[in-house]
């Protein structure tokens, strides 16, 4: 990218590791190389280079052969005399001779563990103090999804609704697709091992999460079990006028399912993973990504006086915040940087129903990935909570009061939002099975995108919770059917279950996947 040659310098350092491999890459592309060793050649080799059963020795030895040695201590270390310090600011004064503005390569995770003299100190020294085009940092830490992100072939993505306890409705459908991966594939996987990008908002970021943690179905399910009766426990009054229910326990209960401190960077992850939150301070969608090619995930964020880079977030707090659903909990509180910002539920965003959104991120060169398009290309698979119109029969404009509106219309909204953005994916994609949109769309199923080539396989399950439909399901009582509507319905779990099932058992791995299979 630079443009590395023969006109070009290269100084480092000369230990193991970056130093030696970025000088040799140098003298490749014909550059002029300057070791500055911290101490004479053979001392210096000693500390720093050799280690048993490597070629580090071997390869130190070739590229004094080919450079410009300059010695920063000839005698022994001084007291109080940090040698590899004094070695930072000989490189940056050596360059700085050349090029008032040098460039720097930087091999760093952004950590204080390398003591003085090491890549904090030298970053110090450098002075920049944010991200910069002659500056290019890169983190070493190996991060399972990281393959994902580059790997050819099909991308097949997954996107989880927000819905509250309706989740164990998702997850009913999500056990059916797993178990007839297993049973294709005739291997015990798990989605992170099909899926290359999970996301969700709200709930569907909590099932998002630990789908890319590499956890089954069944475990999440079990964790369902106990977690609304365990956090759906009403504050006292007057605490009401804050939240209706606890938060410290949905954020010890997520720390106990995922581990405190995870972030959102954390190697272990096995697919990508996105989380939509709201920003209240700045009243923006905020979809965070663990993709390191993003914007805000590159290392070079640690160039700041405060580092921002949200790989470093904490995860539980960013799925928090994303069911932090107005009224029933509490925002979530997070510095980045200098800045404090106030999350509430991504589902008062427009993408309660994630799946255009990811679809965004995967592609547009602005998030990292640019994954190419077409039917053939990418899949997405979009699970719902389970949905149904708020008819009100027989109502009356005089009846649509003020207090009418505050009970009904965020419900409105959201609905409006996330069916919007499904028929938008019918619309640019090839959609093989969903519930119809409406009486006038229909299902747009095997219909032509309307740019022209489809720019994606998609496919939509989700539950009819209307009253017509459970009354179907042999659902008749109206304060059950109500019940399972709620976000905190936990006495409904047995029949969002049995529901659920059902959505599941119309999963057609050969018709739906086919080709990504």
Known sequence: MWGV???????TGGARGTDIIAAEAGLARGAHLVLCLALPATEFEQHSVTIPDTQWQQRFRSLLARADVEVVNFGGIPQGYDVYAATNIRIIE???????RPHALLVWDGQHGDGRGGTRDFVHRLGYTGPDPRVRVVDPTARRYEARQTMPGPKRLLALDGGGIRGTLTLEILRSIETKLRQHRGCNLVLSDYFDYIGGTSTGAIIA??????????EIQDKYETLGSKVFKRRLFPMWLRSIYRDSRLTSELDDFFGAGL???DPEFRS?????LHN???????????????????????????PDRNLDLPLTKLIRGSAAAPVYFSPESLRIGTDDFVFQDGGLTPFNNPALLMFLMATLPEYGLQWPVGQQNMLIVSVGTGSAAAVHTGLRAKNVHLLFNAKNLPAVLMRGAAVGQDLICRSLGRCLTGRPI?????????????AGESLFTYLRYDADLSSEALHRAGITSVREQEQIRKLDGVGAIPQLRAIGEAVGRGVDLGHHFQGFV
Request: charged content about 20%; proline content about 6%; hydrophobic content about 40%.
């Open 209 to 218: 999460a630990a789908l890319a943690r590499g956890k089954s179905v069944s």
């Open 280 to 306: 209240t301070v700045s009243d923006s969608a905020w979809p965070l990504s663990n993709c390191s090619k993003a914007r805000y995930n590159r290392a070079e964020r640690y160039l700041k006086p405060a």
């Open 5 to 11: 040659g023969p006109s070009t310098t290269v100084i």
């Open 263 to 265: 972030t959102l960077g």
């Open 272 to 276: 990508l993973l996105l989380v939509v």
């Open 94 to 100: 050596r360059a700085r001779m050349l090029d008032p």
């Open 438 to 450: 409406d009486s006038e769309v229909g299902d747009r199923l095997n219909c032509a995108s309307v």
